[in-house]
């Protein structure tokens, strides 16, 4: 009885947690609705059929019990005709209803669709993590982030997909379907999400060694939070303020930090790893393995390859004193 309650308890967890995470079975928005919709018609319908099935096994099974000597030949008063009644007639109508429902949800929402208009985000795969460059508009009005994307309510965002390495694959389960990054060629997909949230989405092309941990944010605003988003975002880094934060910006420009690391409005304009300028703002660090949060933050800086081996982020530990401390302060406030 106690392994019983143990398993149901700690199913009801995972259940609850994916369906307010990441569930194709909790669409949030009208992608995933269809592909929801699509799933439980098919399930539904292979069910009825199913239970059919077993009842007429059933039903043949006892109705000629004992009576195996009296069989008659199977093409006898039209028993061949069952064959292509079952066999063909009906299967053909089931799978083009099935088939033509699937073609209808692919075109309310495509998932490869709508290329040939610009795309409002393009985002790169890297090992492993989410380059996130918002393109529409003039030049001033863009920029670029990291594994955190931000979408109005209600609206359509056109998303180019491309990858820089390996294969990775753009997956948000309550949004929408999967659609891959692949080096050398742009994909399409188009999300929509129906209520303000937070919606996270995983890597679904293996991709090496920390795959598993190339995590996503979609974060849906209301209109005028997601305008003071981009607006924040458009702007340089934020100045530091304190004399800590000053220090500790002091030595991320000295570090080996600002090779691969941008902060707009500073010197550092290295482009290997993820864009930091608004780095404070983000839910998520190391593409959302960790929470952001100043002693995670203090962990990657000096132990990456601990907390995420392979990645290229070095353990950077050559720091004295309150240095640790400083930089941390400085990246934080980066919002
Ligand atoms: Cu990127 Cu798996």
């Given at each position: 009885m106690k392994l019983r309650a143990i398993l149901i308890s700690s199913s009801a967890v995972v259940l609850s947690s994916c369906g307010n995470?990441?569930?194709?079975?909790?669409?949030?928005?009208p992608a995933a609705d269809n592909l929801a919709h699509l799933g439980w018609f098919v399930f539904v319908l292979f069910l009825v059929i199913a239970v059919i099935m077993w009842g007429l096994i059933a039903w043949v099974s006892l109705r000629r019990r004992g009576s195996f000597q009296h069989h008659q030949p199977v093409?006898?008063?039209?028993?061949?005709n069952w064959i292509l009644i079952g066999g063909f007639a009906i299967p053909f109508v089931i799978l083009a209803v099935v088939f033509v429902s699937g073609l209808k949800g692919m075109s309310v929402f495509?998932?490869?669709?709508?290329?040939g208009t610009p795309p409002d985000i393009r985002v790169t795969g890297h090992q492993w993590w989410w380059q996130i460059e918002y393109?529409?508009?003039?030049a001033h009005e863009r920029f670029i982030t990291a594994s955190e994307i931000h979408i109005p309510v209600g609206q359509p965002v056109d998303i180019d997909l491309t990858s820089i390495d390996v294969i990775h694959s753009f997956f948000v389960p309550r949004l929408h379907g999967k659609v891959d990054l692949i080096p050398g060629q742009m994909n399409r997909i188009r999300i929509q999400a129906s209520t303000a949230g937070v919606y996270r989405g995983q890597c679904?092309?293996?991709?090496?060694?920390q795959h598993a941990h190339m995590i996503l944010y979609v974060v849906a605003d209301p209109p005028e939070a997601y305008q003071r988003w981009r607006t924040t975002q458009m702007q340089e880094a934020p100045e530091p303020a304190s004399d800590q934060e000053k220090r500790g910006q002091a030595l991320f420009l000295e570090r080996p930090c600002a090779t691969c690391h941008t902060v707009r409005?500073?010197?550092?304009?290295?482009?290997?790893?993820?864009?930091?300028?608004?780095?404070?703002?983000?839910?998520?660090l190391a593409s959302n393995a960790y929470w952001n949060n100043d002693a995670n933050l203090s962990a990657w800086v000096t132990h990456a390859q601990a907390l995420k081996?392979?990645?290229?982020?070095?353990?950077?530990?050559?720091?004295?004193?309150?240095e640790l401390h400083d930089i941390v302060a400085y990246l934080r406030q980066l919002r």
């Amino acid at each position: 009885m106690k392994l019983r309650a143990i398993l149901i308890s700690s199913s009801a967890v995972v259940l609850s947690s994916c369906g307010n995470l990441q569930s194709m079975l909790a669409p949030g928005g009208p992608a995933a609705d269809n592909l929801a919709h699509l799933g439980w018609f098919v399930f539904v319908l292979f069910l009825v059929i199913a239970v059919i099935m077993w009842g007429l096994i059933a039903w043949v099974s006892l109705r000629r019990r004992g009576s195996f000597q009296h069989h008659q030949p199977v093409d006898a008063g039209g028993g061949q005709n069952w064959i292509l009644i079952g066999g063909f007639a009906i299967p053909f109508v089931i799978l083009a209803v099935v088939f033509v429902s699937g073609l209808k949800g692919m075109s309310v929402f495509p998932l490869h669709g709508h290329a040939g208009t610009p795309p409002d985000i393009r985002v790169t795969g890297h090992q492993w993590w989410w380059q996130i460059e918002y393109v529409k508009g003039p030049a001033h009005e863009r920029f670029i982030t990291a594994s955190e994307i931000h979408i109005p309510v209600g609206q359509p965002v056109d998303i180019d997909l491309t990858s820089i390495d390996v294969i990775h694959s753009f997956f948000v389960p309550r949004l929408h379907g999967k659609v891959d990054l692949i080096p050398g060629q742009m994909n399409r997909i188009r999300i929509q999400a129906s209520t303000a949230g937070v919606y996270r989405g995983q890597c679904a092309e293996y991709c090496g060694a920390q795959h598993a941990h190339m995590i996503l944010y979609v974060v849906a605003d209301p209109p005028e939070a997601y305008q003071r988003w981009r607006t924040t975002q458009m702007q340089e880094a934020p100045e530091p303020a304190s004399d800590q934060e000053k220090r500790g910006q002091a030595l991320f420009l000295e570090r080996p930090c600002a090779t691969c690391h941008t902060v707009r409005g500073t010197m550092a304009g290295g482009r290997v790893g993820p864009d930091l300028t608004h780095f404070g703002s983000r839910l998520g660090l190391a593409s959302n393995a960790y929470w952001n949060n100043d002693a995670n933050l203090s962990a990657w800086v000096t132990h990456a390859q601990a907390l995420k081996p392979d990645v290229v982020m070095p353990n950077i530990t050559q720091f004295r004193g309150n240095e640790l401390h400083d930089i941390v302060a400085y990246l934080r406030q980066l919002r």
